[in-house]
């Protein structure tokens, strides 16, 4: 499988509501800032007026930083998520000018929990809300025009353990979904 490592995380010590839009904010600031590449990130001053949003890539670059805030953010609110996966789409195109901002704007992630909870699918449905409303602010980007851009799709350990549904994914040999986020196992408790 694929992992994307960040050192960079946010701390989201004791959640409040209140200040979810602030938190993806700064998520959503620090996606944008690692959706250059390395080097531009030194040569550009970058302002919104320069950011290059009708770049497809760029928008997959920005796309996987912002799902890593929000699986940070999912993982460290409830000690029930044990890792969070990137579902990319399975089809593929052949130059960047081929692919669909459709298809970038609305992510899956894969979240392997330990037990389904009402309370951590409505925290990422309020993130999905704040992230829509957090990337209407940005010119330009092919990512506005959305209502959603966040498809949570919870799963258990037992699902993976009887390849049931969607859990099937961590198996698949074609397309592995990429790895965003993975509790460390000295954090898993017995």
């Not at 994307?4 to 993806?24: G, K, Y």
């Not at 620090?30 to 760029?58: C, G, W």
Request: aromatic letters at 4%; proline letters at 5%.
């Amino acid at each position: 499988m694929m992992m994307v490592r960040d050192e960079t995380e946010v701390a989201f010590a004791d959640l409040n509501m209140m200040h979810l839009q602030d938190i993806v904010e700064t998520i959503c600031s620090h996606a944008l800032d690692r959706a250059y590449l390395p080097t531009a990130r030194v040569k550009i001053k970058r302002s919104n007026e320069e950011r290059p949003f009708q770049d497809m890539l760029f928008l997959k670059r920005l796309r996987v930083g912002l799902m890593q805030g929000a699986a940070y953010l999912l993982a460290s609110s409830d000690d029930r998520v044990l890792s969070v996966y990137l579902i990319e789409e399975t089809t593929q195109a052949t130059s960047p000018a081929e692919i669909d901002p459709a298809t970038i704007a609305k992510t899956n992630l894969l979240i392997l929990v330990r037990s389904r909870s009402a309370a951590l699918n409505a925290l990422a449905e309020a993130l999905d809300q704040a992230l829509v409303r957090e990337v209407a602010k940005l010119p330009e980007s092919a990512l506005i025009d959305h209502d959603s851009l966040l498809n949570p799709i919870f799963i258990t350990e037992a699902d993976v353990v009887q390849h049931k549904g969607y859990a099937m994914l961590l198996s698949s040999a074609l397309a592995p979904p990429l790895i965003i986020w993975q509790r460390d196992e000295a954090e898993c408790p017995v």
